[in-house]
C-alpha cells in the first residue's frame, strides 16, 4: 500500500479521515489507459467519516487480460487546512479538484458503477479537466464533492439528486436509486 501511495505521489501518513487531521489535497490522478483498454467504466464512491465524508470519481478500464485499473481518481475538496475547519461552518472557501490519501486507502460505504464507451470516458475527461479550471470555491451546502459527483453522473446522462448538501454516503446511494434501472 505504501508504493502505492508515493507512486501516486501521496504520502504516507498516520492521518484518518474523519479526525483533526488535515489531509493535504493532491492534484488529481488522471493517466491515460493503456493501449490494450477493451472496457471501460465510472464509479462514484462515498466514505463516511466523523465529520461530513466525501464522495469522489473513478474512472478506470479492463485491459486484454481482464484487469481492471484505475486511470482517474478525482474529487473536489476544500484546498488548505484553514479552508477545510472553514468549511465545517458552511463559509464559502477556496477549494479544489484532488485526492487526498484517504481517496485510496478508506474502503468505500457507498459504490456505484456504470460500464461507459470510449467516447463517453473521453468526455467525463474533459469534463474533469473543464472544472479544474473553473471550480475554485467550495461551499458545503452547495458546491461539495457531491455537486462534482453529480456532475459527472449528469454529464453521463444520470437523474441526480437535487440537493447535494447530504451526507456523501446517502447521496451516492440516493444516485444509485434514481438510476437503478441503467
Not at 49 to 60: C, D, I, R
Not at 106 to 113: G, T, W, Y
Not at 152 to 167: I, K, N, R, T, Y
Request: aromatic share 8%.
Amino acid at each position: 500500500l505504501a508504493l502505492v501511495l508515493l507512486a501516486a505521489g501521496l504520502p504516507v501518513t498516520k492521518a484518518r479521515a474523519g479526525t483533526d487531521t488535515f489531509e493535504p489535497v493532491r492534484p488529481p490522478v488522471i493517466s491515460a489507459p493503456g493501449s490494450d483498454a477493451r472496457a471501460y467504466w465510472i464509479e462514484f464512491l462515498a466514505m463516511a467519516n466523523a465529520n461530513f465524508g466525501h464522495s469522489l470519481v473513478v474512472l478506470g478500464y479492463v485491459d486484454s487480460a481482464g484487469v481492471p485499473h484505475r486511470s482517474v481518481v478525482a474529487g473536489f475538496l476544500p484546498k488548505g487546512h484553514d479552508d477545510d475547519l472553514s468549511s465545517k461552518y458552511m463559509l464559502p472557501v477556496a477549494g479544489q479538484i484532488g485526492v487526498t490519501r484517504s481517496d485510496f486507502v478508506e474502503r468505500p460505504n457507498a459504490r456505484l458503477r456504470f460500464a461507459i464507451s470510449r467516447s463517453r470516458y473521453a468526455t467525463l475527461l474533459l469534463e474533469i479537466r473543464r472544472v479544474m479550471l473553473g471550480w475554485t470555491t467550495y461551499w458545503l451546502p452547495a458546491r461539495n464533492c457531491n455537486s462534482f459527483v453529480g456532475m459527472m453522473a449528469e454529464a453521463m446522462g444520470l437523474s441526480v439528486p437535487v440537493v447535494s448538501a447530504m451526507p456523501p454516503v446517502e447521496y451516492v446511494r440516493a444516485l444509485g436509486e434514481l438510476n437503478r434501472t441503467r
